[in-house]
């Protein structure tokens, strides 16, 4: 069986890409809770707690969708799980998107796309396997 140069070229960019969001991610966290204690941990800050936490799942999400896709490139049997982990994957971003808005940002189309680029080509490697 050949493998699916499409599916892992695309998961080797998730795992790179998820790799790089965990460390921001995690930074963010710990920001946010020197942010929280230093303020005396009010409440305020809950919407970007949550966003960070988010951001940090969403990082491991993507991490775990490249791996899978690196290592099921050649298993056409198996392209389910790489697709549940790719649609996982898009709306994580958009619910970012989303709750940027929520918590006052604007909305920004080129931010989802970009968001939304790598997962839609997983997906579509996810499909031709």
């Known amino acids: 069986m050949q493998s699916n140069k499409f599916l892992k070229v695309t998961g080797i960019l998730m795992i790179i890409s998820g790799g790089i969001s965990i460390i921001v991610s995690i930074v963010a966290v710990l920001g946010v809770g020197v942010l929280a204690a230093a303020l005396g941990g009010d409440g305020s ?10 951001a940090l799942v969403s990082a491991g999400i993507s991490l775990v969708a490249g791996i899978l896709g690196v290592k099921n490139a050649a298993k056409p049997e198996k392209a389910m799980v790489c697709i549940v982990f790719g649609i996982l994957t898009a709306a994580l971003s958009v619910l970012g998107n989303v709750l940027t808005v929520a918590g006052g940002g604007n909305f920004s189309i080129p931010n989802l796309l970009l968001g939304l680029v790598i997962p839609v080509l997983y997906l579509i490697g996810a499909f031709q396997n």
Request: net charge neutral.
């Open 45 to 54: 800050l809950t919407l970007l707690m949550l966003a960070a936490v988010l």
